[in-house]
C-alpha cells in the first residue's frame, strides 16, 4: 500500500503534547477560588445532537459543576452548521461563566482551512479552559456491505467494484472522521462519496438500516452497534489500538500507515475571560473529569476523560491548526464550494 503524501508531523508528537497537557498541574491559590460566590446558571453548550459524545460528556460534567461552580448547570445543544451555530453562540456570551462551550477540535483548527469566512476566530473570539477528553475513530460497515468483507482492504476492494455503494457517513463535513475517509480513500485509489450528517448517531441509524456502506465516527459510537452484529468496526484510525476496541487493529496495521489522527474535546470561555474565573472554571472541570463516576461514564462511549491547564490546550490548538494546513490543501477540500 502506498504511504500517504498528506501527512506532515509524526502522530507521537501530538500524542506526547495531548500527554503533557494532561499531566501539567495548574497553580492556583484555591482559598481565593472558594472565596469567589458561584454563577447563577451556567449551560455548557455543544453543537451536536443528544445522545451523541458531546452531548454525554456535556452532562456528566454538568453534574459535577453544581453547586461549585454554578447554582444550576445544565447541557444547552445547539445544533447545526456543522458545530458553528453553537461556537457563534457562545462568542457572543458574556464572560461571566453562563456560558461554556464544548467543542471538538475539528471546528477550531481545521475550519479556519475550509471556509473562507467563519463567523468566530478560534484564537481571537475564546479562551481555552481545559482538555475534556481524547478518543478515536473507528472505520465500521454495516448490511449493505457483505459479511465475508472483515478488514480495509477487502473493503476497498469491495468499494471499488461497487462504486454506486462506495461511501461513508461522518459527523460532519471538515471533521476530523471526514478526512480520515478522504485520506483512506486517496491512499487505496478509491473514490469514497463522503455523506454529512448532524452527528454520529444519525449517521449509525443510516448505517444500520442498510442505507449507507459505512460509517466513521467514534468508537464508542460504532460500538454502541456492534452487539447483534449490526455493525463490524474494521480499523481504528490511530497509532495504537483503542482499548475500547482492543480486537479491532489499527490502519496502520493493514497497511495504511498516515491514518492516525486522534480526537480531542476542550471547554472553553468567551474571549476576555477573567483569570479569576478561568482559574475557578478550569479547577472545578479538573476534579470533575478526574471523578470515577465521570470516568466510568464517558468510557461508556469510547470517551477518555482527560484534563489540561488552559495554556497547553491553547498550544494544542497551535499545533492541531498548524498540522491540517497542508492536509487541507492537499486534499483540496473548501466548505464553501
Known amino acids: 500500500m502506498p504511504s500517504n503524501p498528506f501527512?506532515?508531523?509524526?502522530?507521537?508528537?501530538?500524542?506526547?503534547?495531548?500527554?503533557r497537557a494532561a499531566a501539567t498541574g495548574l497553580a492556583l491559590p484555591l482559598r481565593?477560588?472558594?472565596?469567589?460566590?458561584?454563577?447563577?446558571?451556567t449551560s455548557l453548550v455543544c453543537g451536536f445532537a443528544a445522545g451523541g459524545t458531546a452531548d454525554i460528556m456535556c452532562r456528566w460534567v454538568a453534574r459535577k459543576l453544581a453547586p461549585g461552580f454554578a447554582r444550576v448547570a445544565v447541557t444547552d445543544n445547539r445544533t447545526g452548521a456543522g458545530g458553528q451555530i453553537a461556537i457563534s453562540y457562545v462568542k457572543g456570551r458574556p464572560a461571566d461563566g453562563a456560558?461554556?462551550?464544548?467543542?471538538?477540535t475539528s471546528m477550531?483548527?481545521?475550519y479556519p482551512h475550509i471556509y473562507r469566512k467563519l463567523p468566530y476566530d478560534p484564537i481571537a473570539d475564546f479562551t481555552p479552559v481545559s482538555l475534556a477528553c481524547v478518543f478515536e475513530y473507528g472505520l465500521a460497515v454495516g448490511p449493505a456491505v457483505p459479511g465475508e468483507i472483515r478488514n480495509v482492504q477487502d473493503f476497498m476492494t469491495w468499494a471499488k467494484a461497487h462504486p454506486d455503494r462506495a461511501n461513508y457517513g461522518s459527523p460532519g463535513a471538515g471533521t476530523t472522521a471526514h478526512f480520515v475517509g478522504t485520506l483512506l480513500g486517496d491512499s487505496a485509489g478509491v473514490r469514497l462519496q463522503h455523506l454529512a450528517y448532524r452527528g454520529g448517531q444519525p449517521a449509525m441509524l443510516d448505517l444500520i438500516s442498510g442505507n449507507i456502506s459505512s460509517v466513521i465516527a467514534p468508537v464508542g459510537t460504532l460500538n454502541l452497534h456492534v452487539p447483534?452484529?449490526?455493525?463490524?468496526?474494521l480499523a481504528v484510525a490511530s497509532g495504537t489500538r483503542s482499548?475500547?476496541?482492543p480486537q479491532v487493529p489499527t490502519f496502520k496495521e493493514q497497511g495504511f500507515a498516515d491514518l492516525a489522527h486522534d480526537e480531542w474535546f476542550g471547554f472553553f470561555l468567551p474571549a476576555k475571560a477573567p483569570k479569576e474565573l478561568v482559574a475557578r472554571l478550569h479547577a472545578e472541570l479538573k476534579s470533575a473529569l478526574a471523578a470515577q463516576d465521570v470516568i466510568d461514564g464517558v468510557?461508556?462511549?469510547g470517551l477518555r476523560a482527560m484534563s489540561s491547564p488552559p495554556e497547553e490546550l491553547g498550544r494544542l490548538i497551535a499545533d492541531d491548526m498548524a498540522k491540517w494546513a497542508p492536509i487541507v490543501r492537499k486534499i483540496g477540500f473548501s466548505a464553501d464550494s
Open 228 to 233: 447483534g452484529a449490526k455493525a463490524r468496526i
Open 32 to 41: 481565593s477560588l472558594a472565596a469567589t460566590p458561584p454563577v447563577d446558571t
Open 99 to 104: 456560558a461554556v462551550l464544548l467543542t471538538p
Open 243 to 245: 482499548s475500547f476496541a
Open 108 to 110: 477550531l483548527t481545521i
Open 299 to 301: 468510557a461508556e462511549q
Open 7 to 19: 501527512s506532515t508531523q509524526p502522530q507521537a508528537t501530538r500524542r506526547e503534547l495531548i500527554l
